[in-house]
């Protein structure tokens, strides 16, 4: 296993364009976490899936974003009507549920609203 | 509530020690990490503390944990230039299973 792969690694895109990213986790782990990082702050939590079950999501997901793990396995992030204040860093990770493991987290897609 | 806060900039000088505090507001905290994150890189764990330790050391680093001050350390014996980085401290508590994380502290090492 390589690792938390993301997809696509940039994206540009105009205004008010949808987007979706990917996210494939490393293929045991049951956690999928999808994390927010603009420039100069740390790593803000979106939403996570246990299997594909959505458990949680922030206050910072507004209704134009939704997220699906389908199958308990990849998960998608989807962003309507893009604005440019999402332009950021969309960082997604996997874990096993035991208390304490290790969060593994992708490289990211780095998005950019025009 | 959940706020956990980081110093901004760090600058030694190679060989020295680096020494990077965060400070967190829940206390109801179970695990304590300390991530690196390299530029273009995603996050890296470099360790993590249980709330019921006060001290871990793993090879050149060192972490420490006050829970009475819920101040966390994390320090880095001969600092190298490759460890030049931002590290972010982040949280778990009993109430969630996501993880907080400090706004970082960028480390600049320089020969």
Not at chain 2, 57 to 65: G, H, P, S
Not at chain 2, 88 to 108: P, V
Request: glycine share 8%.
């Amino acid at each position: 296993d390589t690792g938390v792969s993301q997809n696509p690694r940039h994206k540009i895109t105009k205004r008010g364009q949808n987007v979706t990213f990917r996210c494939d986790p490393i293929s045991e782990h049951n956690r999928l976490y999808w994390y927010r990082q603009t420039l100069g702050q740390g790593p803000e939590f979106l939403t996570y899936f246990q299997n594909e079950a959505q458990l949680e999501k922030s206050r910072l997901l507004s209704d134009r974003f939704s997220a699906e793990r389908p199958k308990g396995s990849f998960s998608t992030l989807e962003i309507q009507r893009t604005e440019q204040g999402d332009s950021a860093m969309y960082l997604c990770a996997s874990s096993l549920i035991l208390p304490g493991t290790e969060a593994f987290f992708g490289q990211g897609t780095r998005l950019t609203v025009v | 509530g959940e706020d956990v806060e980081q110093s901004l900039f760090l600058s030694v000088r190679e060989g020295d020690s680096s020494v990077i505090n965060c400070t967190y507001t829940d206390s109801s905290s179970t695990y304590l990490y300390w991530y690196k994150q390299e530029p273009g890189a995603g996050l890296q764990l470099l360790t993590y503390i249980f709330s019921n330790m006060d001290m871990k050391q793993d090879q050149r680093l060192t972490v420490l944990l006050n829970k009475k001050d819920k101040h966390l350390s994390l320090r880095i014996a001969d600092t190298q230039t490759g460890d030049s980085a931002i590290y972010f401290c982040a949280e778990i508590t009993y109430n969630t299973d996501k993880l907080i994380f400090g706004t970082g502290t960028r480390l600049q090492v320089f020969p």
